[in-house]
């Protein structure tokens, strides 16, 4: 977890600045891309049979924690690999706002205390 010693409008600002961010993301999808290479079925007269092996793109992912590939038709791996990308930074951005809001949860109890006793009102 990322530690965030600061105040708790510092912390809130961090976080809007990761929104903003957030409403930049485009499509996405789980999974990540794996290269493949493999022979095909015309054993006789395909430079696979003799060691050139067709190489495709499959999307890996997971369903109920069974892995699960798809083939990636070759016009669409730059689309798909953006969409990995994608799906990455969306899932990076969630953590930090989510540990952000950690952040502020704590940092507001720490704050209001020193408050409470800089007024000479603290009591427990
Ligand atoms: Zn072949």
């Given at each position: 977890?990322?530690?965030?010693?600061?105040?708790?409008?510092f912390l809130s600002r961090q976080r809007e600045a990761r929104l903003k961010r957030l409403k930049g993301i485009g499509p996405f999808i789980?999974?990540?891309m794996v290269k493949i290479a493999h022979t095909c079925g015309n054993k006789e007269h395909c430079k696979c049979s003799r060691?050139?092996?067709?190489?495709?793109?499959?999307l890996t992912y997971k369903v109920k924690n069974k892995t699960r590939t798809k083939y990636i038709p070759v016009d669409m791996e730059g689309d798909v690999r953006e969409w990995?990308?994608?799906?990455k930074r969306l899932k990076g951005l969630m953590k930090e706002i989510s540990e952000l809001g950690f952040a502020i949860l704590k940092?507001?109890?720490?704050?209001?205390?020193?408050?409470?006793?800089r007024k000479g009102r603290y009591e427990r």
């Open positions: 977890m990322v530690r965030f010693n600061k105040n708790v409008r789980t999974g990540s060691g050139e092996k067709h190489e495709n793109y499959y990995t990308w994608e799906y940092q507001y109890g720490v704050e209001k205390k020193a408050l409470r006793i």
